[in-house]
C-alpha cells in the first residue's frame, strides 16, 4: 500500500496549493526501531504514523484508514490548503481522550487503570504516552451519593470525604512516568435510612517506568475496602433535659459570679485594712 502510494505520486500525481501553483512532494520512510532518537524528537507517538511536513516544520496527520485513495486525497486536500497548516510538535499534548462509565466490582480490594492501547494495524509508542489527567468526578456508590448525604444533615467533615478527587489534577511533566492513586474506601451507613454512602481517603504518587521499557504508562486507581463502617445516628434532647441543662447553666453561671464579687469584696476590704483607710 505505501509502495503503491509513492510509485503513484512520482510518476502521475500533480498537486496545487492555494493559488494553483505545483508543488513536489517526495515520500520519506523512516524506521523508528532504527532511529529510536529521532522518532522521539519528532515526538512520533503510534506506528505507522503519515505525515505531511513543510519546509518550515510544520505538518498535518493523517488520521484516517490507511488505503492508497485517502493517503492520496489527503495529500490533494493538505497541499491545497497548506497555507492554513500551522500546526506545530508541541500541539501534539493538547490532545486527550475523555472517559466516562460506571464500574462493578466486589468489595475486595482491586484496581482499574487508564492506558493508551494500539487500535487496529497502530502501534503506539511507549516512549510518549502521557496520562496526565484531571478528575471530573470519581465515587464509590451513588452517583449522587455527595447530595443525598447533604440531605441527610450529615456533618461536613464527613462530606468532604465522598469525592475527594473531583475537579483535582495529576500531572507529570517527564515521559516515562504516570500518576498512581490509592483509595480507602469506608462505608458508612444514616440509622433509620436505607441508603449507604461511602467515604474514602486518598494518597497519590508518581510511578517511574524504565526509559529501556517497551511498556506504556498507566494511571491506575488502586482501591481497598476496609471491613468496619461507619454508622451515623441523630440523637435529639426532650424539651424537658433542655430545660434542666439550660437551668443548670444559668444556676452555675450564677453561682460564679457570686463567688467572685464576694473574692473581690474580700480582697478589697484586705487592702483598705493594710493601708488603714477603712471608714
Known amino acids: 500500500m505505501w509502495n503503491e502510494a509513492a510509485g503513484r505520486i512520482s510518476e502521475k500525481m500533480q498537486f496545487q496549493d492555494a493559488e494553483g501553483k505545483q508543488t513536489t512532494v517526495k515520500f520519506l520512510k523512516m524506521n523508528c526501531v532504527d532511529f529510536q532518537g529521532k522518532c522521539q524528537e519528532e515526538k512520533i507517538q503510534a506506528f505507522p504514523t503519515i505525515r505531511l511536513y513543510k519546509r518550515d516544520g510544520s505538518f498535518e496527520q493523517f488520521q484516517n484508514k490507511r488505503t492508497v485513495k485517502n493517503i492520496l486525497d489527503f495529500i490533494t486536500h493538505t497541499v491545497r490548503n ?97 500518576p498512581q492513586h490509592y483509595l480507602k474506601v469506608v462505608s458508612t451507613k444514616v440509622q433509620g435510612k436505607e441508603g449507604v454512602f461511602y467515604q474514602m481517603t486518598h494518597t497519590d504518587r508518581v510511578r517511574k517506568l524504565e526509559r529501556t521499557s517497551d511498556k506504556a504508562t498507566q494511571a491506575r486507581f488502586s482501591y481497598d475496602f476496609s471491613p468496619m463502617s461507619v454508622v451515623v445516628k441523630e440523637k435529639s434532647k426532650k424539651w424537658y433535659e433542655f430545660l434542666t441543662s439550660l437551668m443548670a447553666i444559668l444556676g452555675g453561671t450564677f453561682t460564679i459570679v457570686e463567688l467572685t464579687s464576694g473574692a473581690v469584696e474580700t480582697v478589697g476590704t484586705a487592702v483598705k485594712d493594710a493601708l488603714g483607710k477603712k471608714n
Open 82 to 178: 497548506s497555507h492554513l497548516m500551522v500546526a506545530q510538535h508541541h500541539a501534539i499534548f493538547d490532545q486527550g481522550c475523555q472517559v466516562q462509565g460506571r464500574l462493578y466490582v466486589a468489595r475486595v480490594p482491586g484496581h482499574f487503570g487508564l492506558q493508551a492501547e494500539a487500535h487496529g494495524a497502530v502501534n503506539v509508542n511507549p516512549a510518549l504516552t502521557n496520562v496526565s489527567h484531571q478528575i471530573r468526578h470519581l465515587s464509590f456508590g451513588m452517583q449522587d451519593a455527595k447530595g443525598w448525604a447533604e440531605r441527610q444533615s450529615i456533618p461536613k467533615d464527613m462530606l468532604q470525604n465522598i469525592q475527594p478527587l473531583d475537579g483535582r489534577s495529576f500531572s507529570v511533566d517527564r515521559f516515562h512516568e504516570a
